[in-house]
């Protein structure tokens, strides 16, 4: 059928059984799954479900009316929109202003004419589905001006951001706070040798070992080139120095495939800790976990530095 | 809508809402019938206890429902009850009340439901 309705969820709201009833029978007809409310209070709660996104509202309803529910539903935070159709008696035209004014998007006498009804739906649908694919390019956008494009780590600007907002937070509540910067053991080498593709198939691993042994909270990003940087809220030095190892560990177990050989590629990485440096800024734990990272490429690479010097009980592989 | 006509049921526009179909028209006048004995049992209280905003909804209630099943004589007497609650007319309202019984009776013989 060319003018068949793809499944929708649409809640109907409406105290008068006989109407509702009709409404149910004839929205179903149409491919609708609906959602029943015979009060203002069950169809706020319906309407906080984010499938509900049309709404057939009676004006007049116990508990709260349609156009009081209208207005709730602007004035709240609710992600996607809600197209609301408000239904009102003939003899009440004044109320047509009063239900739009409310946020209702479009009204419809009682009773209702319902080849009128299924148009002013399918009106509705479009918006919806305008507003969906508004949403969506606005994610697509916001993905490609945080992440970087080959990791899928943060970004730079996006990581940079995030040691700032993590700062402001370890001063606010007085815990500890580590970065991490970490590059690759002879990524030159590898990009020359083998080709930029096998290059970036090893940073793409190298970045799913890095999130794969991080918390869930803790943040990495690209840095730039094979520099990435790894922000660690509640961390102090000494956890960096074991976290930053236990990566390090992970990167050189790995055989990475590409074109048809095995790689082995392993990390240098340099910590700095919040709690461990005076009147601490972004940029002095970028340049203290920076001073780490050259220390451990002094010393040999495939190693854990920290800036200043920490023992931990990954000694053998830490300075 | 044959809101002055004398009978109390246009069927044909009745069943052209449902879409001609009859079992689920019955099914809608089986709850229009329990709906009214329900909401005038309700106003009657409303009545006694001079519930003005009641009346009103109940009379907007009823005259929904019967608009819905098109039946023009129970929505025009639902129409004064409204009236009434909005104007704060108990003497309107308990009219309204005898006419909503009056034409529901009418209705039953119409359809020849006992």
């Not at chain 1, 959602?35 to 057939?56: F, H, M, T």
């Not at chain 1, 910590?271 to 780490?292: E, N, W, Y």
């Not at chain 2, 001609?20 to 809608?28: C, S």
Request: aromatic share 6%; charged share 30%.
């Amino acid at each position: 059928m060319p003018d068949k309705i793809p499944n929708r969820t649409i809640l109907v709201a409406e105290d008068d059984p006989i109407s509702r009833r009709i409404l149910e029978k004839k929205l179903k007809s149409w491919g609708y799954e609906t959602i029943l409310a015979n009060d203002g209070r069950g169809a706020w709660e319906a309407l906080q479900r984010p499938d509900v996104r049309l709404a057939l509202l009676d004006w007049m309803m116990p508990e709260a009316d349609g156009p009081e529910i209208c207005r709730r539903i602007r004035e709240g935070k609710k992600t996607n929109y809600t197209y609301i159709l408000l239904l009102t008696a003939r003899d009440q035209p004044q109320d047509i202003i009063v239900g739009l004014q409310a946020g209702a998007d479009d009204y419809m006498i009682k009773p209702v004419n319902f080849l009128e009804l299924k148009a002013r739906l399918q009106t509705g649908q479009r918006i919806i589905d305008l507003e969906d694919k508004l949403l969506q390019t606005q994610a697509q956008l916001t993905e490609l001006a945080t992440k970087d494009g080959l990791t899928k780590l943060w970004n730079r600007t996006s990581i940079m951001k995030c040691l700032d907002e993590e700062l402001i937070r370890a001063r606010r509540t007085g815990s500890s706070l580590g970065l991490i910067m970490l590059d690759l053991d002879f990524f030159k080498k590898i990009n020359d040798e083998r080709g930029h593709q096998t290059g970036d198939k090893v940073l793409i691993r190298i970045a799913e070992i890095l999130t794969k042994g991080v918390r869930p909270y803790d943040k990495i990003g690209r840095y730039g080139g094979d520099e990435m940087m790894i922000v660690l809220p509640d961390c102090d030095l000494g956890s960096v120095c074991l976290i930053a190892e236990r990566l390090r560990r992970a990167c050189a177990a790995e055989q990475i495939r590409a074109n048809g050989k095995a790689i082995k590629v392993t990390i240098s990485a340099g910590c700095a800790s919040f709690d461990h440096l005076v009147r601490p800024t972004g940029d002095r734990m970028i340049q203290a976990s920076d001073k780490a990272l050259y220390r451990s490429k002094a010393a040999g690479r495939n190693r854990v530095s920290s800036f200043p010097v920490q023992k931990t009980r990954a000694r053998r592989r830490t300075t | 809508m044959t809101a002055d006509s004398g009978i109390p049921m246009s069927k044909a526009e009745a069943l052209d809402r449902v879409d001609g179909d009859e079992t689920f028209l019955q099914e809608l006048l089986n709850m229009y019938a329990a709906e009214h004995a329900e909401k005038t049992g309700a106003m009657e209280n409303a009545i006694r206890a001079a519930d003005f905003r009641a009346i009103r909804d109940l009379g907007h209630s009823l005259k929904g429902s019967s608009a819905n099943l098109s039946l023009p004589r129970l929505q025009d007497a639902a129409f004064d009850m409204e009236t009434a609650g909005l104007e704060k007319d108990l003497e309107g309202a308990l009219k309204a009340l005898n006419r909503l019984g009056h034409e529901y009776r009418r209705l039953k013989d119409f359809l020849g439901t006992p």
